[in-house]
């Protein structure tokens, strides 16, 4: 037998037998990836025993060594790059009164204590190196006593291949991962490294910076976001996986909160959200204020087949006369009513195809119209349509105040009563004077001035046919008196006969 001096000088007391058995774990991983062998066992024996194997080359004693891995260090997906780790899960599992046996055909390995070579005051824990007991034996065994089952599982959940994560998207740099519970894992080469309590995803980062080998320390554990953000940010910036980024996007919505994920606040990520949601769905971004101030278009897309994102101002800005990855232009309030006018058709309908009634409804217009005053100069024409069609609209528009050519259009439609004409009239005329669209403040300011003036007009009116009825009331009957005229009576003379 000989003995093999770990020569272990740093003890480390916040290591539990989980953090040894990780180290094991991850030896074993990185020995069947690097040999394309089967998978690794993890095994409870009928003797109480448990049994990490692999299938590998197998261990040695110049593993017990502390030193650079070369093959390690050049290999693109190992979990392990130092020969730290093996030696500190041995002291770790001394500490903690773990018996260890490793088998391989290299040899049978246990530790103990000895003195130190030259130093026979000086105790240290050694491996001590026998023969092996079958030299025809595949990969490494460690057959470990006295560890209890629920660090065996701790262990196992540091890793991704025993986690039962589920991959949402793959690119170059890593892996979007569907979180669980309250918190993101981050891993590394399929090793937990932290936990995040504000993402909205976990990650499995398989290409390392050189920041990230800086900061992967002894313990692999608590590694700092600065050391992984950079990743986590390409790889989102690579993902193009439509459920994911709708995920994100939707998640702006909660920025007003407070609750928005840590991936959010990176604009650059937000950014190439939108523009990938933009470019897959029918959406409107627009800001809470923009939303508040235009409550119009916010009431109106119920009837469209648009749905509406809110995102923050910053952001807002950010993507204004950017284009989505189909060279499409982002779709906010602006270019949205710009759809909306580029795809308004309809078609004017000649006078002489009007019934008589419609005719006679049509010709109130002017009066109707001067019961608020002169007509404004901005204001060059009436038509009447056939319809009012929006591409998208599933509702049927009864008018419209075209401020860009001076014009309302009036759908033939409401010619069916002269109180649903001269509703609709005065209605886009009040758009035309305020310049304010639907659900809005100035709009309503000037349709309360419409109805002040229209109420005053008729209690005038009314005023009048009182006093005419009271100097009369001694000469005529009350059968006459019931034809006297009435406010109904006033809006027959105001707007001349209309025949029904």
Same mark, same amino acid.
């Given at each position: ?24 774990? +991850? ?166 490294? +932290? ?95 923009? +939303? ?127 109180? +649903? ?80």
């Amino acid at each position: 037998m000989k003995k093999f001096d770990l020569n272990i000088e740093q003890v480390l007391e916040n290591w539990e037998v989980y953090h040894a058995l990780r180290e094991i774990i +991850a030896n074993a991983l990185d020995e069947q990836t690097i040999t394309q062998t089967e998978e690794i066992q993890i095994k409870l024996g009928s003797d109480g025993k448990w049994r990490i194997r692999d299938f590998g080359r197998g261990l040695q004693y110049i593993h017990f060594t502390q030193n650079e891995n070369q093959e390690k260090l050049s290999h693109p997906n190992l979990i392990g790059r130092f020969g730290v780790g093996l030696k500190d899960a041995m002291a770790t599992f001394d500490r903690h009164g773990i018996g260890v046996e490793i088998l391989s055909k290299h040899g049978r390995f246990t530790l103990g204590k000895s003195t130190k070579h030259a130093f026979e005051d000086v105790m240290t824990l050694h491996a001590y190196i026998e023969e092996p007991l079958n030299p025809r034996f595949e990969g490494t065994e460690f057959i470990l006593t006295n560890v209890p089952k629920d660090e065996v599982q701790k262990a196992k959940q540091l890793f991704l291949v025993f986690s039962n994560e589920e991959t949402l998207s793959a690119v170059q740099y890593g892996e979007i991962l569907k979180r669980r519970g309250e918190t993101s894992n981050i891993y590394i080469n399929g090793v937990k490294v +932290a936990e995040e309590e504000n993402f909205l995803f976990s990650y499995n980062i398989t290409s390392l910076t050189k920041a990230m080998k800086k900061e992967l320390n002894r313990e692999r554990t608590n590694v700092g976001r600065t050391a992984y953000s950079t990743r986590v940010k390409q790889i989102l910036l690579e993902n193009q996986e439509p459920h994911t980024t709708k995920m994100l996007v939707e998640s702006l919505n909660r920025f007003t909160a407070g609750e928005m994920p840590v991936e959010l606040s990176w604009k650059d990520v937000a950014i190439h959200s939108c523009k990938i949601l933009n470019a897959r769905e029918d959406v409107i971004f627009m800001t809470s204020s923009e +939303a508040m101030h235009h409550s119009s278009i916010v009431d109106d897309v119920s009837g469209y087949e648009y749905r509406i994102v809110t995102i923050p101002d910053n952001l807002s800005s950010a993507l204004a006369n950017t284009k989505d990855v189909t060279g499409n232009p982002i779709r906010d309030i602006r270019t949205f009513v710009e759809e909306m006018r580029e795809n308004l058709t309809y078609e004017v309908v000649p006078l002489e195809m009007l019934s008589e009634e419609e005719r006679s409804i049509w010709n109130m217009k002017e009066h109707i119209l001067g019961l608020i005053g002169n007509m404004p100069t901005y204001v060059t024409d009436v038509k009447l349509v056939d319809s009012i069609n929006f591409a998208f609209d599933r509702n049927e528009t009864l008018g419209l105040w075209q401020g860009d050519s001076g014009t309302i259009l009036i759908a033939r439609s409401q010619l069916s009563s002269l109180e +649903a004409f001269a509703g609709t009239l005065l209605h886009e005329r009040a758009h035309a004077n305020s310049g304010r669209p639907d659900v809005d403040r100035g709009f309503e300011f000037e349709l309360t001035d419409y109805i002040g003036k229209l109420t005053s007009m008729l209690l005038q009116q009314k005023s009048v046919d009182h006093n005419q009825i009271e100097l009369s009331v001694t000469s005529t009957s009350s059968k006459e008196l019931e034809r006297k005229p009435s406010s109904t009576g006033f809006f027959k003379r105001l707007f001349g006969s209309v025949k029904r």
